[in-house]
């Protein structure tokens, strides 16, 4: 945050991809209206209109960066009912679609505490097209917010309880095993699971694994590292995020496993 309270920084995550025009008509508008802040690009790779994919990348990155007007793009209900939100958390703010998206993130800079609508159309480009609000409403909002602007003119406040939420990944607990849900897959083939550093405590150094309902399951050692294994071996460890995670040493975990995110699989000590 600078001097004045805007800030230096603004993060954009979106499903834009860098083939299309999209990113830089947004970071043209951000230009326009801040000259003065740089602007961190964190992914515009989260698969088209996958919030859930978006929510965690948001939630996994967002500590990491400096105070900043963070802009998170995953809309597929662009245009309809759905709300524009600007979320304050943490010394930062969050700027997107009320569809899930910002929530997690929020809650891991610190929390929400205050939400407005970005109901203000003196904050927006002057033509507003339905299918853009990323570079239409959301851009200038967070460029505004950067130059100082106070966050409480943004828009009509709303209690933080009423933002759309995600349903929490699946974590149960039986009777010498737990069932965890995929969260995400990364471009190496790792498969990040919704479990923490207690869960794989509690596994040991050998863990049986069993990926769908009634199959059998196979034996998977624990490690710290990929080299904790023989190149072309499984193995869970727990990952940048703090989630346990199967790797294959040199190899792709999803090819070998044939996982997508929202599958459950069953994790017991072996």
């Not at 794989?200 to 399951?217: I, R």
């Amino acid at each position: 945050m600078t001097d004045t309270g805007g800030y230096r920084w603004i993060s954009l995550t979106t499903d834009y991809g860098t083939v299309d025009g999209f990113v830089a008509a947004c970071k043209g508008v951000v230009a326009t209206i801040a000259p003065d802040v740089s602007i961190l690009d964190v992914t515009h790779h989260v698969p088209p209109g996958d919030v859930r994919r978006g929510a965690l990348v948001l939630a996994q990155t967002l500590p990491f960066l400096p105070p900043a007007v963070h802009v998170g793009v995953v809309d597929p209900g662009v245009g309809t009912a759905r709300r524009a939100v600007a979320i304050r958390a943490g010394g930062s703010v969050l700027v997107g679609p009320d569809n899930g998206l910002l929530p997690w993130a929020a809650t891991e800079l610190g929390g929400a505490d205050r939400v407005v609508v970005l109901d203000r159309p003196d904050w927006h480009l002057t033509a507003v097209r339905a299918t853009f609000h990323g570079r239409d409403i959301f851009a200038p909002v967070a460029a505004h917010l950067a130059t100082g602007r106070p966050f409480e003119q943004a828009g009509t406040p709303i209690d933080p309880a009423e933002l759309v939420t995600l349903t929490d990944p699946v974590v149960r607990a039986g009777h010498g095993y737990v069932e965890v849900e995929v969260l995400t897959v990364d471009r190496f083939g790792n498969v990040q699971l919704a479990a923490g550093p207690e869960v794989l405590a509690e596994l040991g150094p050998k863990v049986a694994v069993a990926v769908a309902a009634g199959a059998a399951a196979f034996q998977v050692r624990t490690g710290d590292t990929f080299g904790s294994v023989p190149p072309g071996v499984l193995l869970l460890y727990l990952d940048s995020a703090d989630h346990v995670t199967l790797a294959v040493n040199g190899g792709s975990a999803v090819e070998r496993l044939a996982l997508a995110p929202g599958d459950v699989i069953r994790l017991s000590p072996a």
